[in-house]
């Protein structure tokens, strides 16, 4: 009796063992989750969020503005794999979803990638000023990061010395021309936005009423495809 009372009291150490090493590995993963950028691929547009925990079954996201009213979405990483998900309850300016499709939650964590992982590009598009030392011109914003921004500008913009990039909802910035190919420049900005100041120009340029269907129809077949 006393043998088996010693049994039992191990297989409960052991348990609360195991317990206690589960929810230390979901902290971790949700402690490491929280730095995480991704996008939500929205009918109106593409949104900054933070991954702010995930199972097998759902994931958590943070928002730093309104939560896209859109139920059914996509959620696509820094990595590109995109994940179709479905909102079941949303609050204040977090939301959870549920995925899909099946997902591999080791996959989702690592978030592997063949190529360095490139800043979180919202790819939408909006009407730009730039000036160099010649002249102010016209743009069209293709994508936007923390970091900088693809624009199409038919005028000969010059790559040497910083230039000014204006967008509606942000504060004009100072960039330099990294690249470009034909009429498309790729921009590097002097001081880097903040999360917060690339989430809420997104809001404010993409509205949530404004839907944009078709590369969001071919997002979603690609996502149910993989």
């Not at 309104?66 to 977090?94: C, K």
């Not at 990638?113 to 979180?120: E, I, V």
């Not at 590097?188 to 903040?194: A, E, V």
């Not at 997104?202 to 404004?210: K, R």
Request: with cysteine.
């Amino acid at each position: 009796m006393e043998q088996s009372n010693r049994n039992e009291t191990r297989a409960d150490k052991h348990e609360a063992q195991d317990q206690s090493q589960d929810q230390s590995q979901r902290q971790s993963h949700r402690a490491n989750l929280m730095l995480r950028r991704a996008k939500l691929v929205c009918q109106s547009g593409e949104y900054l969020c933070l991954i702010r925990d995930v199972s097998e079954k759902g994931v958590g996201l943070g928002f730093l503005h309104d939560v896209p009213p859109e139920s059914r979405t996509l959620l696509q990483l820094a990595n590109g794999m995109t994940y179709p998900v479905e909102r079941v309850w949303a609050q204040s300016r977090q939301a959870g979803y549920r995925f899909g499709c099946t997902i591999t939650l080791d996959e989702f964590l690592r978030e592997d990638t063949q190529h360095t992982l490139r800043p979180m590009r919202l790819r939408f598009e909006a009407m730009a000023r730039v000036q160099d030392r010649r002249h102010a011109m016209d743009a069209l914003l293709v994508d936007l990061s923390c970091e900088g921004a693809k624009i199409i500008c038919e005028d000969d913009l010059r790559s040497q010395g910083l230039i000014s990039f204006e967008l509606p909802g942000l504060p004009p910035q100072l960039a330099t021309v990294r690249w470009n190919e034909d009429d498309y420049f790729g921009l590097q900005f002097q001081h880097p936005l903040s999360t917060e100041e690339l989430a809420q120009c997104a809001a404010t340029l993409q509205p949530f009423g404004d839907a944009k269907k078709s590369r969001f129809a071919k997002l979603l077949a690609k996502a149910r495809a993989a």
